[in-house]
Every structure is written in C-alpha cells, then in structure tokens.
C-alpha cells in the first residue's frame, strides 16, 4: 500500500504555491469593480491563503544536511554490474525569490527565479560505478523560473494558475545549458472557494516530469485556521501540515510531503548494453528521484522583515533509478535505493516588514 501511495503523490509532488502578498496601496476601483458593488477598499475578494497562516515569502536561503547512509544499486540490463556502498554526504543548497509582478485584489501575478545544488558524496572515492562518480564529480543542479496567477473572481471562487521552466541535471557550464536535454517543463491550476477567512479549499490538477514524462495528477488545496492555535494547510495528496500558532512571529508544523526530483546525466564514458547490438551506447541518463519526508518545522520572526526556518524529520527513499535517454525505450537501467535516514535543515526567508502590513490593513 505505502508504495502505491508514493507513487501517487509524488505525481503530485509538493510545488511551492508563492503567499498571496499584500497589496501597497489598495488599488484604484476599476469600472468593473464599481458596478459589482462598490470601491474596491470596500470589497473583499477570495484567494487561497486563510488568516493565521505563516508571512509571504519574497528570498529564500534553505540548507539541508543528511547523515550517512547506504546505497544499494542492482543493474537492469547485462553490462552492468550491482553496487552497494555508503553514502557519506547528501547536502542540498536552494535559492529563491518571488517578485510580485502585477499586485490587485482582482489579479495577481507572482515571478519566482530559483536555483538548488544537491551534493553527494561516496565511501572511498572514485566509486568505479559511473553513475555514482559522476553524481559526486559534478553535483546535481536545477535553475527556474516559474509565473504563477491568482485570480479572484469575487468574494468567494479563486482561480490559480502555475507555469514552471527548469533547468534539471549535472550541466557545469554555460554553454551546457543550451541543450535541450536538460529542459522541463510542468504546470498546474486549481479553482477554489474561499468560504471564511479561515477556510480555502480547492481541486485541480498538476502536470509535469516526476516520472520523466509528461504526467496528469488530481491535486486537492485545503487550507482551514480552526482557531487561534490550530491550523491544517495540505496540496492533497503531496503535502499535509497541521499548524500551531504559539504567537503571531512563532509557528510550528508537522506533517508529510512526498517530492519527485529528475536530473538529467551525461556520462563521460560511453556505457556498452552487451548482448543488445541494437542499442546505441548509452550517453545519457535519467535520474528520478522520489521520496517521502515525516518533518517537524520551526518558523520564527528574528527582525521585522527577516524570519528563520528550522526543520528535522525523517526521509523514506522511495526511488533513486536510472533509465536510457540515449534510445528510444526508455528502458530502467539502474535501480538503485537509499536506505532511510534522519535529515536537518536551516531556512532563512525576508518577509515584507510587519509594521508595513498593518498600515495597509493587512492581518499576517
């Protein structure tokens, strides 16, 4: 059952949706507006976000750390052999910002550039296991960007939209980047009712390459605040969280989400597919990388406009597989599994100034 569900959800996996920002100042009423009942400062209009839940992001500074851990790889084709180590080091670098694009109650459009750098490392260097060599040798890397539109219809339905480009694998060099290999693509819209301030919810879909192809996924947002305290914020099934609100500049959270990671690897040594002579050697592969994480999260306002995230939990390996993409089969090459390990990350995100929200009637 828990690998079906894994699989499921990692379709879905956890996109980061960018906070609803505040608006500075109220926008001016548009014809449009002023027909449907009034001044826009007198209108509410419906978004996905609900009160009590944690400030909008604008840069975003995550640094994750795991433990050694072992590495079993049982090869797929003949040519290829089993490995089983340790891997001593997985670290994971991200950088990300959201710009505001277009700010109104009746239309949002957020721009987010990011950039992460996952790092491995192996037991007693060079492995001879290309595929592991060449992880450590160059790292894996993902630089995006991606548009996402929120569209309030009126005091109750939302609609939100997501566009994503990336960047995806083990490209050193500019001049890397011009292949096309390493390009993907995903998106996603959900259409929503804002019943309260304090209950959203929505359904819609996702699409993209978790499972190295184009894919379509049921995705459920359902943010509620049931009182000061508690709160549940899920893109089901990918992401749950249960939220408590110890003070207005101190969250905690707890809960699951299931991440689907895809690189793609040119390899320096061709590798030869003995006893398939219809088989080009392979040059390329694709990683895919799933997993499920049981995490518990710490966010706290160090300054008015700066707050620091702390999180530890624990993280299942569902997937770590290598498939062909030098020919058309698209055949599993390497399937290869990480053992279960404890993992710890330090966050730090800017937050526009609390004392700006309120002088714009904004509640956090």
């Known amino acids: 059952m828990l690998p079906g569900l894994l699989a499921f959800a990692a379709g879905a996996r956890a996109q980061e949706i960018p906070s609803v920002p505040p608006v500075f100042p109220p926008a001016a009423a548009t014809a449009a507006d002023s027909a449907a009942g009034g001044p826009v400062g007198q209108r509410q209009f419906a978004n996905p976000s609900v009160l009590g839940m944690g400030p909008s992001k604008g840069l975003i500074v995550r640094y994750e750390r795991m433990p050694g851990f072992e590495i079993r790889s049982s090869a797929q084709v003949l040519g290829l052999r089993d490995y089983n180590g340790r891997a001593t080091k997985n670290a994971r670098l991200s950088i990300k910002g959201y710009i505001p694009a277009w700010n109104r109650p009746h239309l949002k459009a957020i721009v987010g550039l990011s950039y992460e750098r996952e790092e491995f490392k192996f037991q007693n260097p060079p492995t001879s296991y290309e595929?592991?060599?060449?992880?450590?040798?160059?790292?894996?890397?993902?630089?995006?960007?991606?548009?996402?539109?929120?569209?309030?219809?009126?005091?109750?339905?939302?609609?939100?939209?997501?566009?994503?480009?990336?960047?995806?694998?083990?490209?050193?060099?500019?001049?890397?980047?011009t292949n096309r290999d390493y390009l993907r693509f995903s998106a996603e819209a959900l259409y929503g009712w804002k019943r309260s301030p304090n209950f959203s919810w929505g359904v819609g879909f996702?699409?993209?390459?978790?499972?190295?192809?184009?894919?379509?996924?049921?995705?459920?947002?359902?943010?509620?605040?049931?009182?000061?305290?508690?709160?549940?914020?899920?893109?089901?099934?990918?992401?749950?969280?249960?939220?408590?609100?110890?003070?207005?500049?101190?969250?905690?959270?707890?809960?699951?989400?299931?991440?689907?990671?895809?690189?793609?690897?040119?390899?320096?040594?061709?590798?030869?597919?003995?006893?398939?002579?219809?088989?080009v050697p392979l040059q390329t592969l694709e990683l895919r990388e799933t997993e499920v994480r049981f995490r518990l999260r710490?966010?706290?306002?160090?300054?008015?406009?700066?707050?620091?995230?702390?999180?530890?939990?624990?993280?299942?390996?569902?997937?770590?597989?290598?498939?062909?993409?030098?020919?058309?089969?698209?055949?599993?090459?390497?399937?290869?599994r990480q053992a279960g390990t404890v993992y710890a990350s330090l966050e730090f995100f800017l937050t526009p100034p609390r004392k700006l929200l309120e002088r714009s009637g904004v509640r956090r």
Do not use: C, M
């Open 131 to 177: 595929l592991f060599d060449n992880i450590q040798d160059k790292g894996l890397k993902s630089t995006a960007v991606q548009l996402a539109i929120i569209r309030p219809v009126d005091d109750v339905h939302w609609y939100l939209a997501r566009l994503k480009g990336e960047l995806s694998g083990d490209y050193n060099t500019s001049s890397e980047l």
């Open 206 to 279: 996702q699409y993209g390459y978790t499972f190295g192809r184009l894919s379509l996924y049921p995705a459920v947002i359902y943010n509620r605040t049931f009182n000061e305290r508690w709160g549940v914020e899920a893109l089901f099934p990918a992401r749950v969280t249960l939220r408590y609100n110890h003070s207005p500049n101190s969250l905690f959270y707890v809960g699951y989400s299931v991440d689907g990671l895809n690189y793609i690897l040119k390899l320096r040594t061709p590798l030869e597919r003995v006893g398939q002579p219809d088989k």
């Open 298 to 336: 710490w966010e706290g306002e160090l300054l008015s406009f700066l707050w620091l995230g702390a999180e530890t939990g624990y993280r299942y390996n569902y997937a770590f597989d290598a498939f062909d993409r030098t020919n058309a089969d698209r055949e599993k090459i390497i399937d290869a």
